[in-house]
């Protein structure tokens, strides 16, 4: 019984360590517990001016990966599709609560990559995509569906 207890203790003991150990560098392994907290997924920003999202995927925290997007805004540099699609089109973008949505949480890193191809090709199927983004595929469907791609500005500006 004691022996019991004390075992108990022990490995709650080290559970406690081993996290405590972890938690302060933000390792992204899967054993990490404090990843499964965060919003590893699919996501999409959406284009304040003509409503088109761009779709990504991030196994980092959410926020950071906006704050990411926003810097080469700033920094005119059309790393992502999105900055591209931002600075090329002069098009607003907002904050990460007004134009940032998780579509699905993922806590198994193999399965980002299919399930955001899926969201690519729907959002590009209802036309919520915007053009810019068929340049991270390399795919040649993608390539000959916007071919003629040109920025939609609702305000005619
Ligand atoms: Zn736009």
């Known amino acids: 019984m004691n022996e019991k207890y004390f075992k108990t203790k022990y490995e709650y003991t ?12 933000h390792k992204t392994h899967s054993t990490n517990p404090v990843t499964r907290t965060q919003k590893n997924g699919i996501y999409k920003i959406t284009c ?7 779709v990504g995927q991030t196994s980092r925290n959410l926020k950071s990966r906006f704050r990411e997007h926003k810097r080469y805004i700033k920094n005119n540099d059309p790393r992502s599709a999105y900055s591209l699609h931002i600075l090329n089109c002069r098009h607003e973008y907002g904050d990460t609560d007004d134009t940032m949505t998780l579509l699905k949480q993922i806590n198994t890193p193999t399965h980002l ?36 791609t040109t920025c939609h500005n609702p305000h005619g500006a």
């Open 113 to 148: 990559l299919p399930y955001e191809q899926t969201y690519i090709h729907s959002f590009h199927h209802n036309n919520k995509l915007i053009p810019e983004q068929h340049l991270n595929e390399h795919n040649a469907m993608f390539d000959f569906l916007h071919s003629n």
């Open 48 to 54: 304040k001016t003509c409503h088109k999202a761009y």
């Open 14 to 25: 080290h559970r406690v360590e081993d996290y405590n150990n972890i938690a302060p560098s």
